[in-house]
């Protein structure tokens, strides 16, 4: 029996690779693209193990190239949901018993089978399904992933060893327990690691998991299940089904052994689940843990102060990269007037050459929207806006889907700071600008602020007083602040993620915040020598 106390190896993050022209993997992640796409894949679900094959099967085909087909996944049931979590209630007591670094192992694994032999397959898949650019597939599919389970097993040793202090003749201890029951994950399309991350979190603190992928993922979401199989994940463990949601909520949500869900996606369908859960509260054997990361409407906000080289800079990054598709991207922005003339021009310019097209052309920046709801949603904005006497759109504005779900960059400068695409999210290549006066730097913060969601924000000035100021205005307003940079790509345990107010639970991804959501504490106290007489000394 070991009795050792192990360190995990130390937690650093993935090198991102360059890609750049006759590179090494480069070569190899385009050749990998090829092959996939020439070869359609017949996917199952993931049920104790084992494949399952419903013969009701949805195509599955690239946002950039919707003719074309990918291969298809088998579609399921509600049985196919309750035998999910029969599998994982069956498998609980055995993963729950395993040893932590045996569990950390499997995770510690599968980030090295990532960042070797099935790095470029994850990230073709992520490619060619949900039409990501190279550098995009690898900051996400490749270099995030790998980082939550690094980080995530380092974290979890921190967890174990935190200890409470023990008086004269007495130990106490701390332990932590998996939730009783079964965890419920839901998956977005747009990150394919928060799509591993969602299940496996969990599970690595011993628990076992239901997971049920978006559709728009489901063909990179099989990748993950190869890799964890081959990192020795036991059976049951991490089920995987691709269901209708309110099918399979039905059969969850009504579940006495429900513990707790894991969730990235719209706030509605978040705020609808939070509404279930608590209607059925009385079902359930424990109160279950919700953790939830939702929508955004994040922001830029510009002192006079400012360099407006690097606000446009921001803007073109944070905007349109993964054409604006991320949680984080930047939706809104607050332009000081002495300074719109100059970020104008540069923007412009930025816009104006960026390339659009086809993820396997490594010069394009730009590629496809998600799929035909998200196109049609985003160019109804962009037409209000045109048509609109409080609205000029400046560049941009043009989409179309004959091939391919593609909308252009679109920068729309608003009149009015509560106009429309000002404060709901949309979720494509859109943002709004604002420009106020330098007099109304105060009001123009209040603005800021005075909105929904609360997940990522960036400020860019040069005075240091001004930063600190408006640092503390804000400081409700977004769970990811960034100063000088753009609002997005928050890196495992250097910026862990999550927002507040209708963004989600703010309980940080990739940080142990939220590994801690999914244990609960049992405290020991042992006595040495043990009273044999009730009376205390004050009776004397």
Not at 11 to 21: M, R, S, V, W
Not at 192 to 207: D, E, K
Not at 301 to 329: L, M, N, W
Request: aromatic share 10%.
């Amino acid at each position: 029996m070991s009795n050792a106390i192990f360190n995990t190896p130390v937690a650093k993050n993935e090198p991102i690779l360059g890609y750049a022209p006759g590179s090494t993997e480069r070569k190899e992640l385009q050749e990998t693209v090829a092959k996939m796409k020439a070869i359609p894949i017949d996917v199952p679900m993931y049920i104790n193990g084992k494949e399952v094959r419903t013969g009701n099967t949805v195509s599955m085909h690239p946002p950039y190239d919707h003719q074309h087909n990918l291969g298809h996944f088998h579609s399921g049931t509600k049985e196919h949901v309750q035998a999910a979590i029969d599998a994982a209630l069956a498998a609980k007591a055995s993963w729950a018993a395993t040893s932590w670094e045996h569990r950390a192992s499997v995770f510690l694994k599968a980030a090295e089978l990532i960042a070797g032999p099935y790095r470029q397959k994850l990230n073709g898949a992520t490619m060619l399904a949900q039409s990501k650019n190279a550098f995009q597939a690898e900051i996400d599919s490749a270099c995030e992933i790998i980082d939550f389970f690094r980080y995530n097993a380092q974290f979890m040793r921190q967890i174990y060893t935190e200890q409470p202090e023990s008086g004269p003749g007495v130990w106490n201890r701390l332990e932590y327990r998996p939730l009783e029951g079964f965890i419920f994950a839901i998956t977005p399309f747009n990150f394919t690691a928060i799509a591993g991350n969602l299940p496996a979190a969990p599970a690595m603190m011993g628990n076992t998991v239901v997971w049920k992928a978006a559709n728009a993922q489901i063909y990179s979401a099989r990748v993950i299940m190869e890799i964890l199989i081959e990192a020795g994940l036991p059976d049951g463990v991490i089920n995987l089904v691709y269901v209708d949601g309110l099918e399979a909520g039905e059969v969850v949500f009504n579940h006495k052994e429900f513990a707790g869900l894991h969730f990235t996606g719209s706030t509605g369908v978040f705020q609808n689940l939070w509404k279930t859960i608590g209607n059925n509260i009385h079902k359930y054997n424990s109160y279950p843990r919700i953790v939830g990361e939702t929508g955004g409407k994040d922001f830029i906000v510009a002192h006079e102060s400012a360099d407006p080289i690097q606000i446009a800079t921001g803007i073109s990054r944070g905007a349109f990269e993964f054409q604006g598709q991320k949680c984080s991207a930047a939706s809104r922005a607050y332009i000081p007037s002495s300074l719109w003339p100059a970020v104008k021009e540069r923007l412009v310019q930025d816009v104006k050459s960026f390339k659009m097209g086809s993820p396997e052309d490594f010069s394009n920046f730009i590629n496809a929207v998600i799929d035909e709801k998200a196109f049609d949603k985003i160019a109804e904005f962009i037409d209000d806006a045109k048509h609109s006497s409080e609205a000029e759109v400046i560049i941009g504005g043009g989409y179309d889907k004959s091939k391919g779900y593609f909308i252009e960059p679109t920068v729309i400068v608003a009149k009015d700071p509560k106009y429309t695409t000002m404060c709901d999210e949309i979720f494509g290549p859109v943002i709004t600008i604002y420009v106020y006066n330098e007099k109304d730097f105060e009001a123009t913060l209040d603005l800021v602020d005075d909105n929904s969601y609360a997940l990522t924000g960036a400020i860019f000035a040069k005075d240091r007083l001004t930063i600190e100021h408006m640092c503390k205005r804000l400081i409700n307003a977004a769970g990811n602040f960034y100063i000088n940079d753009k609002p997005t790509g928050a890196v495992v345990g250097q910026q862990p993620f999550g927002g507040a107010r209708k963004s989600g639970t703010n309980d940080k991804a990739g940080a142990m915040q939220n590994l801690m959501r999914w244990v609960s504490a049992r405290t020991m106290k042992e006595t040495f020598v043990t009273p044999t007489d009730y009376r205390y000394p004050f009776l004397g």
